[in-house]
């Protein structure tokens, strides 16, 4: 229970860690614990980690948060499809990393469109024009975000595995 609650604390402070817009942790994060957490843990640790950092960055409305929390649980489902078949794994991170940001993108884009643009064709061209600058700090932050998670879990399993072998009498 100590290691979530430190994973989630992580994951909320680096929200506060001056970056540009939207290079945010949580939807790597979703993507890294549906691999390695039973189901549960990996809906919960990314919600619990984008709630606490929202009690104090601040909420904003309760659609474009429902599109914005259920995005990032996109990247659980992209989890459980590295986790069902290991083969061309990295090719797999890169792929639902880059997935799950443009769909991130999709929907909390066209949820922004009910609350500030016109409900028809040029309405939803502009929202998504206007959501273009925050696009890059979204890719960047789930591809840095998930490279990082996914690359010291395998340096130190790796390692762990290595120390074993020095232990063990020839």
Avoid: C
């Avoid at 500030?116 to 591809?143: K, W």
């Amino acid at each position: 229970m100590i290691v979530y609650l430190l994973i989630i604390a992580i994951a909320a402070v680096s929200r506060f860690v001056p970056h540009i817009p939207n290079f945010a942790p949580i939807t790597a994060l979703a993507i890294f614990s549906a691999v390695y957490l039973p189901k549960k843990q990996a809906i919960v640790i990314p919600l619990a980690a984008r709630f606490v950092s929202d009690l104090f960055i601040g909420f904003f409305a309760w659609p474009l948060m429902l599109a914005v929390y259920a995005s990032h649980l996109l990247g659980v489902l992209f989890g459980l499809w590295i986790k069902r078949d290991s083969q061309n794994r990295w090719l797999k991170i890169f792929a639902s990393s880059l997935g799950a940001s443009l769909l991130f993108f999709a929907i909390t884009n066209f949820a922004f469109l009910y609350a500030q643009y016109p409900h028809n064709l040029s309405g939803i061209i502009q929202a998504y024009e206007a959501g273009l600058p925050f696009l890059r700090g979204t890719v960047l932050g789930d591809l840095t975000y998930s490279t990082a998670l996914f690359g010291a879990y395998g340096l130190v399993t790796s390692l762990a595995a290595s120390r074993q072998l020095v232990k063990k009498p020839l």
